[in-house]
Protein backbone atom coordinates (compact mmCIF):
# COMPACT_ATOMS: atom_id res chain seq x y z
CA UNK A 1 0.00 0.00 0.00
CA UNK A 2 1.12 3.38 -1.04
CA UNK A 3 1.66 6.44 1.46
CA UNK A 4 0.87 10.08 0.02
CA UNK A 5 3.06 12.54 0.39
CA UNK A 6 1.84 15.18 3.19
CA UNK A 7 3.71 18.27 3.83
CA UNK A 8 3.99 19.54 7.78
CA UNK A 9 6.05 22.19 9.19
CA UNK A 10 8.07 21.39 13.04
CA UNK A 11 8.94 24.05 15.29
CA UNK A 12 12.43 23.73 16.31
CA UNK A 13 13.90 25.22 19.62
CA UNK A 14 16.84 25.43 21.99
CA UNK A 15 17.98 27.66 25.01
CA UNK A 16 20.78 25.02 26.58
CA UNK A 17 24.17 24.92 25.63
CA UNK A 18 25.27 25.27 21.84
CA UNK A 19 21.96 26.13 20.37
CA UNK A 20 22.79 26.00 17.50
CA UNK A 21 24.70 22.77 17.15
CA UNK A 22 21.54 21.04 18.79
CA UNK A 23 18.88 22.93 15.82
CA UNK A 24 21.94 21.89 13.26
CA UNK A 25 21.44 18.85 14.79
CA UNK A 26 17.85 18.37 14.56
CA UNK A 27 17.89 19.37 10.82
CA UNK A 28 20.62 15.93 9.89
CA UNK A 29 18.24 13.98 12.21
CA UNK A 30 15.23 14.70 9.88
CA UNK A 31 17.39 14.92 6.89
CA UNK A 32 18.46 11.42 7.49
CA UNK A 33 14.75 9.81 8.26
CA UNK A 34 13.48 7.55 5.68
CA UNK A 35 10.13 9.22 4.84
CA UNK A 36 10.95 12.62 5.16
CA UNK A 37 12.19 14.30 2.24
CA UNK A 38 12.48 17.91 0.62
CA UNK A 39 13.60 19.33 4.62
CA UNK A 40 13.47 23.71 4.29
CA UNK A 41 14.55 25.87 7.03
CA UNK A 42 13.36 28.94 8.10
CA UNK A 43 15.73 31.56 8.87
CA UNK A 44 16.78 31.61 12.94
CA UNK A 45 15.58 33.57 15.35
CA UNK A 46 16.53 34.24 18.77
CA UNK A 47 13.38 34.26 21.19
CA UNK A 48 12.65 35.70 24.57
CA UNK A 49 11.67 32.30 26.69
CA UNK A 50 8.48 31.31 28.04
CA UNK A 51 8.53 29.51 31.57
CA UNK A 52 10.18 29.40 34.26
CA UNK A 53 12.99 31.62 35.38
CA UNK A 54 15.93 31.85 35.27
CA UNK A 55 16.14 30.87 31.57
CA UNK A 56 18.40 31.86 28.80
CA UNK A 57 16.85 33.20 25.27
CA UNK A 58 16.22 30.38 22.68
CA UNK A 59 17.15 30.00 19.57
CA UNK A 60 14.17 29.11 17.36
CA UNK A 61 13.01 27.74 13.65
CA UNK A 62 10.67 26.30 11.38
CA UNK A 63 10.91 23.44 9.74
CA UNK A 64 9.16 22.18 6.01
CA UNK A 65 8.94 18.94 5.12
CA UNK A 66 7.39 16.49 2.53
CA UNK A 67 6.68 13.44 4.62
CA UNK A 68 5.28 9.53 3.98
CA UNK A 69 5.40 8.97 7.94
CA UNK A 70 1.79 9.26 9.24
CA UNK A 71 1.41 11.72 12.10
CA UNK A 72 2.02 9.43 15.24
CA UNK A 73 5.14 8.01 13.18
CA UNK A 74 6.67 11.58 12.56
CA UNK A 75 5.73 12.62 16.30
CA UNK A 76 8.05 9.36 17.69
CA UNK A 77 10.72 10.62 15.14
CA UNK A 78 10.54 13.78 16.79
CA UNK A 79 10.73 12.83 20.04
CA UNK A 80 13.70 10.47 19.40
CA UNK A 81 15.85 13.13 17.73
CA UNK A 82 15.05 15.05 21.03
CA UNK A 83 16.20 12.42 23.16
CA UNK A 84 19.16 12.07 20.96
CA UNK A 85 20.31 15.22 21.91
CA UNK A 86 19.98 15.18 25.89
CA UNK A 87 16.10 16.49 25.96
CA UNK A 88 14.95 15.75 29.58
CA UNK A 89 11.17 16.04 30.29
CA UNK A 90 10.64 17.91 33.80
CA UNK A 91 8.49 20.52 34.33
CA UNK A 92 6.77 22.06 31.77
CA UNK A 93 8.38 24.96 29.54
CA UNK A 94 11.72 24.07 30.89
CA UNK A 95 15.04 24.82 29.76
CA UNK A 96 16.11 22.45 27.04
CA UNK A 97 18.71 21.21 24.84
CA UNK A 98 16.18 20.75 21.86
CA UNK A 99 12.62 20.96 21.40
CA UNK A 100 10.83 20.04 18.21
CA UNK A 101 6.70 20.22 18.08
CA UNK A 102 4.75 18.86 15.39
CA UNK A 103 3.09 22.48 14.35
CA UNK A 104 0.97 21.45 11.22
CA UNK A 105 -0.05 17.83 9.50
CA UNK A 106 -1.37 18.76 6.14
CA UNK A 107 -4.62 20.17 6.78
CA UNK A 108 -5.50 17.43 9.69
CA UNK A 109 -6.83 18.15 12.64
CA UNK A 110 -6.58 15.41 15.65
CA UNK A 111 -6.91 15.41 19.11
CA UNK A 112 -5.52 12.29 20.71
CA UNK A 113 -3.91 11.04 23.92
CA UNK A 114 -0.24 11.71 22.56
CA UNK A 115 -1.17 14.12 19.84
CA UNK A 116 -2.94 17.38 18.98
CA UNK A 117 -3.33 18.91 15.65
CA UNK A 118 -2.94 21.66 14.61
CA UNK A 119 -0.39 22.10 17.80
CA UNK A 120 -2.97 24.30 20.29
CA UNK A 121 -0.76 27.21 20.88
CA UNK A 122 1.09 27.56 18.01
CA UNK A 123 -1.73 29.87 16.51
CA UNK A 124 -0.48 32.48 19.55
CA UNK A 125 3.10 32.36 19.65
CA UNK A 126 5.35 34.78 17.81
CA UNK A 127 8.29 32.73 17.97
CA UNK A 128 6.54 29.89 15.98
CA UNK A 129 4.50 32.18 13.49
CA UNK A 130 7.53 34.75 12.43
CA UNK A 131 9.87 31.52 11.48
CA UNK A 132 6.57 29.96 10.25
CA UNK A 133 5.16 32.99 8.47
CA UNK A 134 9.19 33.04 6.70
CA UNK A 135 8.20 29.64 4.71
CA UNK A 136 4.33 29.83 4.73
CA UNK A 137 2.70 33.30 5.24
CA UNK A 138 -0.27 31.94 3.19
CA UNK A 139 -0.84 28.52 4.69
CA UNK A 140 -4.28 28.27 6.50
CA UNK A 141 -4.19 27.27 10.11
CA UNK A 142 -6.84 24.40 10.03
CA UNK A 143 -9.52 24.81 12.39
CA UNK A 144 -9.49 28.30 12.52
CA UNK A 145 -9.70 29.31 8.96
CA UNK A 146 -6.59 32.17 9.21
CA UNK A 147 -3.66 32.32 7.17
CA UNK A 148 -0.31 32.35 9.14
CA UNK A 149 0.71 36.22 7.95
CA UNK A 150 -2.99 36.78 9.51
CA UNK A 151 -2.70 35.02 12.91
CA UNK A 152 0.99 36.98 13.04
CA UNK A 153 -0.90 40.26 12.98
CA UNK A 154 -2.37 39.29 15.69
CA UNK A 155 0.89 39.00 18.42
CA UNK A 156 3.28 40.97 19.23
CA UNK A 157 6.43 39.79 17.54
CA UNK A 158 8.67 41.87 19.63
CA UNK A 159 10.21 39.52 21.73
CA UNK A 160 11.72 37.73 18.34
CA UNK A 161 14.82 38.95 16.74
CA UNK A 162 16.43 37.49 13.65
CA UNK A 163 19.64 36.02 14.60
CA UNK A 164 23.06 38.42 13.60
CA UNK A 165 25.10 35.43 12.11
CA UNK A 166 23.71 32.17 10.78
CA UNK A 167 25.87 29.44 9.95
CA UNK A 168 25.45 28.54 6.11
CA UNK A 169 25.14 24.98 6.78
CA UNK A 170 22.27 23.20 7.08
CA UNK A 171 19.93 26.94 7.60
CA UNK A 172 19.59 26.94 3.92
CA UNK A 173 16.15 26.41 2.20
CA UNK A 174 17.17 23.49 -0.01
CA UNK A 175 15.63 19.69 -0.43
CA UNK A 176 17.43 16.96 0.77
CA UNK A 177 18.38 14.64 -2.34
CA UNK A 178 15.89 12.05 -2.81
CA UNK A 179 12.64 11.62 -2.31
CA UNK A 180 10.44 9.90 0.78
CA UNK A 181 9.20 6.30 -0.15
CA UNK A 182 5.51 5.82 -1.20
CA UNK A 183 5.43 2.61 -0.07
CA UNK A 184 4.44 1.33 2.99
Not at 119 to 126: G, N
Request: proline share 11%; net charge neutral; hydrophobic share 35%.
Amino acid sequence: MSRRVERAFIGLGSNLGDRQRYLDAACRGLRETPGIAKVCLSPLYETDPIGPPPQGPYLNAVAEIDTTLAPQELLERLQAIEEGNGRERSIPNAARTLDLDLLFYADRVLDSPTLTLPHPRCHERAFVLVPLAALAADFLHPGRGRSIRALLDAVDPSGVRPLAQQRSTPWRSSPSASPPSETG
